[in-house]
């Protein structure tokens, strides 16, 4: 059974470590400071205050429910708007005001759905390192896992050790990253994960289809499973512009 979601509310949190993980993502570490712990599950976000005026950003939860005296943020900085901005210019113990847990974008427990496949494109691989970690490593969970990450470039890549790692660990998960514009030496899966699907037999019987990324893709994406059989039901999505 998933737990009823808890409704947001204004934290204060502070920055307490920041990664460049290459020249593109940055993962971002911040400790609550009042109040203290939060609860939330695997797959919401935080909307950040990023000006005096009050314009906000939402930026997905990429680590454990299990920790709650804090959270990471794994950001996109190509945007390079108000929201990377702000993210950027941030020093260690800097205050950040945010409302949280925000949306809804949680494993569907309710659908008994047999099989998850998780298909991300850039950043929107945040939310299912949260919620691949606590399906497989917290409630134990047993069905065949997949992930898909599309990303362009392999200097772009990051957390593959991560889910290398958990694919030797759990038998039942796989993790495909494929590459648009792979180096000729790329020994891995080539191509937009669209071109994937659309060359690939989609098991349609009750498999969750859970897509992250940006709009573009989820509509091809949404497009291409329902041609293949999948139920709108199945299919879960978060777009991130
Ligand atoms: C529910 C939700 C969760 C999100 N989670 C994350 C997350 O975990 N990590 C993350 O990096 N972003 C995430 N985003 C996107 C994030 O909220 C911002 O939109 C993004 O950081 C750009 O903000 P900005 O102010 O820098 O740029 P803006 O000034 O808002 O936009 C600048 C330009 O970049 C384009 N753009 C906006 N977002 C993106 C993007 N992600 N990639 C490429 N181009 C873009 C815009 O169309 C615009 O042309 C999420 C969005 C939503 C709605």
Redesign the pocket.
Known sequence: MTPPLQPPQKYIAKLEEKTELNSKFIQFHFELVEPHTIKFEAGQ?VSIK?SERGDR????I?SSPDIDHGFE????M????????YLSSLNFGDPVEILAPM?IFTVDEKLGEQELVFVAT??GI??FRAMIFDQLQRKGDNRPISLYWGLRHVEHLFWTEDFEQLERTFSNFSFIPTLSQPPDDWPLSRGRVTEIFSAKEVNSNNVGYYLCG?DHMIKDMQTLLQEKGVKPENIHF????
Do not use: A, H, M
């Open positions: 976000y990023v950003r939402s930026y997905s990429c943020l794994l950001v996109d190509e945007p390079g708007g108000l929201g990377c901005q949306g850039g950043s945040t939310p940006n978060e777009k991130f512009y």
